[in-house]
T-cell receptor
Framework: KAGVTQTPRYLIKTRGQQVTLSCSPI?????VSWYQQTPGQGLQFLFE???????NKGNFPGRFSGRQFSNSRSEMNVSTLELGDSALYLC?????????????FGQGTRLTVV | DAKTTQPPSMDCAEGRAANLPCNHS???????VYWYRQIHSQGPQYIIH???NNETNEMASLIITEDRKSSTLILPHATLRDTAVYYC??????????????FGTGTRLTIIP
């Protein structure tokens, strides 16, 4: 079956703009999480959605937001972009409730803010 | 979630077993040990997880000490494609999905031809 799909793969934006990234989870997976990866901070958790509800949120400013649709696809939005938002944004999906679930990651969207 | 400590880098000869250690001395009784790896410019890939028993799958083996304060990931016959950053993560198993994974700095494993 198809893996986690993130679009676009690469993006260049200007400071002050906003951006929307998309993530399509593996079919049947209802949990979607977002992570930011930078050379300085490593992989950091942004938020998680399950059945269209945000259930966990990391320590990021309110400029970072997300949502999940009824088909489990998720989008994350970053408003008023800053140079420091340049990063690889990764999305992960996992299946419906069960314990010790493994997460499947997409290839990521590499965002460059200039 | 418990904090983990891993060596920043390791080398291993191709064809040999790669043994990657992880310390998690503050692990709680209900916390699992997970291993992921990230090959350059790709998303992290799940490898294996365990609670207290040793585990083996097609990719690797996980050895957890009896006191659960440390573990070792073993790649039995390392290949060049195993060159990656390996993350050891300790977290409570979730009934609702993957939730938050706290990645540390990991171990950069380089397989030497």
């Amino acid at each position: 079956k198809a893996g986690v799909t993130q679009t676009p793969r690469y993006l260049i934006k200007t400071r002050g703009q906003q951006v929307t990234l998309s993530c399509s989870p593996i079919s049947g997976h209802r949990s979607v999480s977002w992570y930011q990866q930078t050379p300085g901070q490593g992989l950091q958790f942004l938020f998680e959605y399950f059945s269209e509800t945000q259930r966990n949120k990391g320590n990021f400013p309110g400029r970072f937001s997300g949502r999940q649709f009824s088909n489990s696809r998720s989008e994350m939005n970053v408003s008023t972009l800053e140079l420091g938002d340049s990063a690889l944004y990764l999305c992960a999906s996992s299946s419906t409730p069960g314990h010790a679930i493994e997460a499947f990651f997409g290839q990521g969207t590499r965002l460059t803010v200039v | 979630d418990a904090k983990t400590t891993q060596p920043p880098s390791m080398d291993c000869a191709e064809g040999r077993a790669a043994n990657l250690p992880c310390n998690h001395s503050t692990i709680s009784g209900n916390e699992y040990v997970y291993w992921y790896r990230q090959i350059h410019s790709q998303g992290p890939q799940y490898i294996i997880h365990g609670l207290k028993n040793n585990e083996t799958n097609e990719m690797a083996s996980l050895i957890i000490t009896e006191d659960r304060k440390s573990s070792t990931l073993i790649l039995p016959h390392a290949t060049l494609r195993d060159t990656a950053v390996y993350y050891c993560i300790v977290r409570v198993a979730s009934n609702f999905g993957n939730e938050k994974l706290t990645f540390g700095t990991g171990t950069r494993l380089t397989i030497i031809p």
